[in-house]
């Protein structure tokens, strides 16, 4: 048999192995940015040199020497592209574990300067390295070595910029992306029946499901790259709107940056991807991060309710009125649950009903209109405290059909399991209340069973509705306590433990525990990775348009010389490539914020509702999506880095002298 420590080394190793998983799954959106800007770049860089090539092979070189000598270069580039990639990642790991909180925790003795890498990992980085760079320079390559002489001699080949386009697969990937998450959002598997659609269409609706779940982790890059493809390939409107749109900085050059673009749209396409999917994955992360955490925060607050939840050691009532004593102590609610039959469906099913004082609830807990589906906070809890209205949970709502309004009739249980006489319990006034309001939960009201919570399923009566008269109150309490406004629930907190000593079993703090999300250790270092990621698109975004900006001047030399000839000003040159990239950062950013928001709108809705894999099931429907601040001064930093990228590439253009145009115009 296993030893307590080996079973717990080994639960230890299979946490840590799933969480390094997961830390890699977090950072494939940087491997898709990065990797496509590979691909631009080989591509660039291996027009630039065609002229170079040509002459080769008008000097004797084959296609096969030509070919052969740009993987090989690939391959260099990619060893090369390992080792900086392996430094990098070492110093950038030893940040990440001396800044995030609590990480000192579990790497005390950490020395920045301590190399821990294994061998398999710098194999793994150099293959990785290597094989991308092969796979990006394969097509390029290809293209250059096949070219005729006369075409790679000419100084803009046509046969390197006008490449034919067809719209029919990237119109068919952005629509099944669309359909994908249309159908993972709004389609609740478990009422795929076929009483109700039939035994064909069902089996559809189940097939066309499963696919759009399989398809849902490759839709967010799929989505993003063909619609930048289609909207800045497809057709030149796009263009001629967001050239427009820079008019007010251009002037009349708009038309010439409109002109510009639409001459050269594969390049312009390039640059479009990078920044969508750039911006699209940190808008989706920075999203799901701070809805997540904001939905952790909603969890606990249902759980706990109000400042304090006291579960008492024993069924003890009139611990109630000692813990009212305690000093900083505003109001102590208790609550306790019964067990009811309640009709619905046709059948009277047996449920732990919640009971408690709506009207002390109403003053001292801070209940959210996201809890609620139906109805508001203070009309229900007002209309409750009537005796003669309930408040239900959702899932209860959708399964027997209830709104705002239906009446529900709930009985006593006998000890035969009949209804309609009385055990223990008190019984009610009377059978029939009406639904004043659905909810998703009710802080502090939650029925706990076995240490687990299936949101929605609760139901909610105030005191009033029960005849008391002959009640002992042995019942099993708990007591939502409000602290005054001032005082420290902590020190409230640990007067309690100190005055009643045994009698209290535990204390949830309200505070504490949104401190604890907010401060967890696996959250932070995701956060902060998140972060990181978002760093490097930011810095790989900034470098394939800079990339693209400076190639730009660069061949376009003769062109800028033409215009200077002509009377053109230095500043007119730097109006028409600032312009240019406004309209190719506008696109992109539009593309990536549309993609990255409606993504993050479609795993929210999934991770909320039972799917297919059962995801969601334990977390409270309906969670708000929650842009944060960070995630909105990510897309800023982002925009000012490519505003200055292009500023600075506008400076290398305005360095072009009228005698300096002249002389590259006669050569």
Known sequence: ??????????????????????????????????????????????????????????????????????????????????????????????????????????????????????????????????????????????????????????????????????????IFFVSFAVFAYIMVAEVNFSELDPARFGVVITILLIFLYIISILWLPFSPIILMFSLTRLLTRGTDKVYRFFSRAVKPFAGELWYVIHKNMTRNPKRVSMVSIIIALALGFGIFMTTMIGTTMYGEELEERAKIGADLYVIPSQRDFLIEDEIEKIDGVSEV?????????????????????????????????????????????????????????????????????????????????????????RDDDPILKTNTFTVVGIVRAMPGLEYIDMGQNYWGGGIYMDFSSLDTSSWDFNSEWHF????????????????????????????????????????????????YLMLINIGFMIIIITMGLGLILFISISERKNEFATMMARGAESKHISVLIIGEALSITMVGAIVGVFSGLFTAYTFNKMLTKTTLFGAGQDMMSGRPLIIPWYGVLIIILALIALII??????????????HSALRIRGG
């Open 1 to 170: 048999m296993q030893s307590v420590l080996e079973e717990g080394l080994e639960s230890y190793f299979d946490w840590f192995e799933s969480y390094r998983m997961e830390m890699l799954a977090y950072s494939l959106p940087v491997v898709a940015v990065g990797f496509y800007l590979g691909i631009v770049g080989i591509d660039l860089s291996v027009g630039q040199k065609r002229r170079v090539y040509g002459i080769l092979k008008s000097r004797g070189a084959n296609e096969k020497q030509i070919y052969m000598s740009l993987l090989l270069e690939a391959v260099i580039l990619g060893v090369i592209a390992g080792i900086c990639g392996l430094v990098l990642g070492v110093f950038i790991s030893r940040i990440f574990l001396t800044t995030i909180p609590g990480s000192r925790n579990i790497t005390p003795d950490l020395d920045f300067f301590q190399l821990n890498i294994s061998t398999t990992s710098i194999l793994m980085a150099m293959i990785f390295a290597v094989i991308l760079m092969l796979f990006a320079s394969i097509k390029p390559a290809k293209r250059v070595s096949q070219m005729p002489v006369i075409e790679s001699m000419h100084h803009r080949s046509e046969a390197a910029y006008e490449r034919a386009y067809s719209p029919f697969w990237d």
């Open 645 to 658: 990228t292009s500023i600075l590439a506008a400076f290398r253009a305005k360095r072009i002298k009228l």
């Open 480 to 527: 939502l306590v409000d602290v005054e406004d001032g005082k420290d629930s902590k020190v409230v907190e640990n007067a309690i433990f100190e005055n009643l000593g045994p009698a209290i079993k535990e204390i949830k703090n309200l505070k504490t525990a949104i401190n604890n999300i907010r401060n967890d250790m696996p959250s932070n270092s995701i956060l």
């Open 333 to 421: 609610i208790p609550v306790t649950w019964m067990s009811k039959r309640v009709l619905g469906g046709g059948e009277y099913l047996t449920r732990k009903i919640s009971f408690f004082n709506a009207s002390e609830y109403l003053g001292h807990v801070d209940v959210d209109d996201h809890y609620f589906v139906s109805g508001s906070p203070k009309d229900a809890l007002t209309k409750l405290s009537s005796g003669n209205a309930i408040i239900v949970g959702e899932s209860i709502a959708e399964t027997n059909s209830l709104s705002v309004g239906s009446r529900v009739r709930v009985e006593d249980i006998s000890e035969d399991g009949g209804g309609d006489s």
